[in-house]
């Protein structure tokens, strides 16, 4: 019989990048690899919970034993997002989430013209996620956990977890997975892709952050430790 932390419980998972289409052939996209999302889909899943994984694109594999939902842009994934969250327990937004779209996407494959300016591309901006995931949560769901994820950067005027806290004050989630981008102590620069992380987990109730470093799938388990704690389930 299945055991775990999370025994039962709903939780949505949202990984790897959207990619908002120019014309038929082209789309602007980001370097997620969703190796973070996909090492907690497994972890969550492993902790005996109810996984729907809401993907993007990912350079893994998605993993078994859980319900995919294959996306390719904002929009999409926000449909997604929204109908999966009013039943879940848990929402992770572990997904990079293009801040905008092209304004319009052709119909024709773009043409280099030598009539004709060569193309600007002007953008819109895509709805906050996670923000509309927080706003949603239903007076019977109060007690579903919201975690974001965050890329900082600290810089001359503040530190990255400064940066961090605001941004955990504006979303409005419960929990927010912090990452430093941009080169570390070392001057070797962090980037996407890689095979470890090292976070820092901070709390809207101002609750002792919690750092975890290792393997994805290290900080997974710390991020799942987490929830289960804070679902009074751990
Ligand atoms: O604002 P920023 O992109 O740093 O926020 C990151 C967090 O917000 C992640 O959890 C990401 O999945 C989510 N997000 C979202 N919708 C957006 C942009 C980010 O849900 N349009």
Do not use: W
Not at 64 to 86: D, F, G, M, P, W
Not at 191 to 207: K, M, P
């Amino acid at each position: 019989r299945k055991t775990g932390k999370l025994l039962g419980k709903r939780v949505v998972i949202t990984a790897g990048g959207t990619r908002e289409p120019l014309d038929p052939v082209r789309f602007l996209g980001n370097k997620s690899s969703g190796k973070q999302g996909v090492a907690l889909a497994e972890a969550a899943v492993d902790a005996g919970a109810d996984v729907i994984l809401i993907h993007g694109h990912m350079d893994v594999a998605p993993p078994q034993n859980v319900k995919l939902h294959s996306i390719q842009t904002a929009l999409e994934l926000r449909a997604a997002t929204l109908s999966a969250a009013a039943g879940a327990d848990v929402v992770i937004m572990a997904a990079a989430v293009a801040d905008f779209r092209p304004a319009s996407v052709s119909m024709g494959k773009i043409k280099k013209r030598d009539d004709v300016a060569d193309p600007v591309i002007s953008l819109v901006r895509n709805p906050d996620i996670l923000v509309e995931v927080v706003a949603h949560r239903s007076a019977q769901n109060l007690s579903q956990l919201i975690v974001g994820f965050a890329a900082e950067t600290g810089d001359a005027d503040c530190d990255a977890r400064s940066y961090a806290e605001a941004k955990l004050k504006r979303k409005g989630c419960d929990l927010l997975v912090v990452n430093e981008v941009g080169p570390d102590e070392d001057g070797a620069e962090r980037v996407f892709g890689q095979e470890s992380n090292t976070v820092e987990i901070i709390a809207l109730d101002g609750a002792e952050p919690v750092h975890a470093a290792g393997s994805k799938r290290a900080v997974a388990d710390a991020v799942v430790a987490l929830v289960a704690e804070r679902l009074g389930t751990s």
